[in-house]
């Protein structure tokens, strides 16, 4: 009995700063600390908290906020790009998640992912086959063997021939 009293007031704890942090890193955005080390400051801990549990629950306009808010504090915080490109194409605001999936790529965080995500975008949101062959391709540098992209280099090759450019032609796996 004592563990579930143990485990239902952890869990109070959480939901409390989830609910709480959103007003708290509002107010405090400029006081925020150093975060690049292994450990967070205090200040931010309820934070990715809050930004967890709104990208896991679909809750993607809050999660959008809350990563925004961590990027303040951490700008070389791969995850945080991530995530909120990921939130901001849930949003369906495509080409505004295209440099946070670039820098999370760059920093090195899910980058086969990130350029999968990029290839789709170019694919079939904002047209554009030579840059989805691009990411396509950084992505296979990644990993060579990823089903997914290689199954959108079919069919992207698939269009090739309406296409009415030539640059695509040098692309192929």
């Known amino acids: 009995m004592k563990y579930f009293t143990f485990g239902a007031g952890l869990l109070f704890v959480i939901f409390a700063l989830s609910s709480c942090s959103k007003d ?12 690049t080390k292994e450990t967070y400051e205090p200040d931010t801990v309820g934070l990715r908290i809050s930004a967890l549990l709104y990208y896991e629950r679909d809750m993607y ?35 505004a998640s295209i440099p946070d999936f670039l820098k999370a ?3 090195g965080y899910e980058a086969c992912s990130a ?3 990029l290839a789709l975008i170019y694919a079939f949101i904002l047209p554009n086959d030579s840059l989805a062959f691009e990411y396509c391709q950084r992505c296979l540098q990644i ?11 079919k069919q992207l090759n698939r269009r090739r021939p309406k296409d009415q450019g030539t640059k ?3 692309a192929t796996v």
């Open 24 to 35: 708290k890193a509002g107010s405090h955005a400029n006081d925020y600390a150093d975060t």
């Open 61 to 95: 306009q809050e999660a959008y906020e809350a990563y925004g808010l961590l990027l303040k504090h951490d700008s070389l915080d791969g995850q945080s790009y991530y995530r909120r490109g990921y939130s901001l194409m849930q949003l369906n605001r495509h080409g």
């Open 105 to 107: 790529a760059e920093l």
């Open 115 to 117: 350029y999968h995500s």
């Open 143 to 153: 990993d060579r063997n990823d089903k997914d992209v290689n199954l959108l280099l």
């Open 168 to 170: 695509t032609k040098d």
